[in-house]
Structures are given as structure tokens and as C-alpha cells.
């Protein structure tokens, strides 16, 4: 990222008002599996098909038209089972994104390979993470994602994955894992083992949140939340993930963990120190249907794009919009979504000493 785009992101701590700098795109609601604790599991059943092509497109362009997309993640369902998931990804990459995530179940490890070799070779200046999911030892993982010998398989995407890495600099490689109420006993344990079997680049470490096929994998002591916050800390601090290799990335590591804090503030209901969420205004999350909500939790549209002919800019400047914002400041809105309170945690300008000096005596 260059120094002037560097600036302007910055200067988003200061000015609230603009352009989003982060979507989340659900490309698809189709999927090949029916995890228990899926908090998107009603679209998944449904099968509900994505934006076409020219939508995703002409919501790319907009984007661009409004201010380059500091980051983009694929949602689904399955991203990789879609067929033209690369022409997505050029879409927005070549209209200036610096970042694109997509978290994968590892069951289409063909399509996950193919899609990295060619969107990395296309935009070298683009950074890809792509982050597999594991919810546990083998047993553990295939109860709850229900499919027999998916987490052997989705292992070995990670080392296919891995082994592409080699070709190209600009990818990541990193391992999700979401703590439910029953893998939580054995999930630091098991994180502690996928890194010394993989070497993932990162660990992103969710909390079951929202609703679920089976609701009582959300009932999870934060102490284990933390527990496996811990092995990842643990792990950063001995070496062994070295994080996604891009400008400013110790600052992201050290956003990361200031970011797993204040989720389990919020989950324990810890008010003493409240983040101003800024979905809605530095983010949004675009569903398989074109509707437009500030966030994956809230439940609430600013405008649905197939209104607008996909231009994200006439939602973004309604006056529907400006009141869900101030809705959500005046009612100090939060969440555990680990997404926003991500963003919350960079832009929170109050707390920028304390994120800067942790992160100038952060391990390299």
C-alpha cells in the first residue's frame, strides 16, 4: 500500500464520513456442507444463488468510483463452488483492492488451487488470504460439519495450498477455527497441533455468534475463548505464525490481538470500555439477495443493490442509511463478530497510543 493510500485510510480514524474501506461479499449460498454451528445456515439450505457476474461487476465498480476497497472477503456457503469465483476477484482487483480473504471449508481443494495460482499471477500487487476452517481433532470436526473424512481433506488443501506458496509471495495460507460449545474443551490443543503440522501463515479464531442450525453449540465459555486466544498467542510469540506477509502487518497482528479482548469484554457483558462500531460506515456486508446491512449480526438493510442497478454509492448516501448509522451510535451497538470489532479496534483513535506501542515491541 502506498504512502498516500496509507494516509487516507488513516485519516478514516479521524473522519467517519466516506466510502466503505471493507465489504464482505456473500457470493453464494450454496455449499457442500451443513455445519451445526453455521450461523448462515438458512441461505445454505436454501441453496440461494449469488449475484451474477455483471452485479458483482458493477458493485466493484462502484466501489472504485467511491474510493479504493482497502479489503474485500468472499462469503458463502462455499466461495469455491462457485464457478467464476477468479473473473469475482478481478473484478474488484483490478479496480484497485489491496486485500482479498476467503475463508473455505477445504473440500474443493481443485478449485481453491486453481483460483490462487490464477488470481495471484493476474495481480501480483494484490495480497490473497485464503483460510481453511477446522473445528477440532478429525473426530470432533466431522460431527459438527457432519461429512466423514473432512478434516483429512481439508489438511491436505492447506498443504497443496502451502506448496503453491512457494510460486507466489503475494498469497497467504492461514487455518480458521470457531469455538462452539463442543469442540471448546479441545480446541487449543488441537490449534497448537494444526500449526506444527501446516505452518499456516495465521490463525483466525471466531466465536460461534448469531443464530445456528443446532443453537446449543452457542452456548460457550468465554475461559475457553480465551484459551485458544492464548495458543495463538503463544504460538505468535514463539515464531510459529508469522502472520500474512503485507505492509503493516505487525499492526494488524497487534489489532488481532487487541481485537480477541474486547470480544470476550462484550461476550462476558463488560461495558467499562465501549468501541464505537463503525459498520455501516467504514464496512457493510453485501448478501446473496443484494441487500446491504452494516454488519453480519444487526439484521437490519440499508437498501437492497438490485434497487439501484448494483451501484453501492446511491445506497450508501440515503437518508435510510445515515439513520441506521446514527442508530448505531446512539444505541452503542456491539457485537462479537470478529470482523468489526476489528475495524473498530484500528480506528479507535482514543486507543491508537496503546495499539502502537504494543505493536513497536511486538515480536518481528
Known sequence: MDLLRSLAVARRGLVRSGPPLHLTVFVTGACNLRCRHCFHWKEVAEGRAGPSLAELERLAASAERMGPLLWVSFGGGEPFLRDDLAQVAHAFAERGLAHLTIPTNGLVPERAVAFAREVCARHPELHLALSV???????????????????????????RLKE???????????????????????LAEHVVELVDALHPDNVTVNLARGDALDRTLLDVDIERYEEVVA?????????????FDFPFARLARTRDELMYAHVARVARGDASRHLDCTAGTLSAVVFENGAVHPCEVLGRSIGNLNECEWDLERLWKTA?????????????????????????????????????????????
Open 231 to 243: 495458543a495463538k498467542r503463544a504460538l505468535v510469540r514463539a515464531g510459529k505464525l508469522p502472520y
Open 164 to 186: 503453491l506458496q512457494r510460486e507466489f509471495e503475494n498469497l497467504g495460507v492461514g487455518v480458521l477455527v470457531c469455538v462452539t460449545r463442543e469442540n471448546q474443551a479441545v
Open 133 to 159: 476452517s477446522f473445528d477440532g481433532p478429525p473426530d470432533v470436526h466431522d460431527a459438527i460439519r457432519q461429512v466423514d473424512g473432512g478434516h483429512a481433506r481439508s489438511l491436505q488443501t492447506v498443504r
Open 320 to 364: 435510510e442509511a445515515d439513520a441506521l448509522r446514527a442508530e448505531i451510535r446512539s444505541t452503542r451497538c456491539k457485537c462479537t463478530w470478529e470482523c468489526a470489532q476489528a475495524d473498530n479496534v484500528l480506528f479507535d483513535t482514543a486507543g491508537w497510543p496503546r495499539l502502537l506501542a504494543r505493536t513497536l515491541v511486538a515480536p518481528r
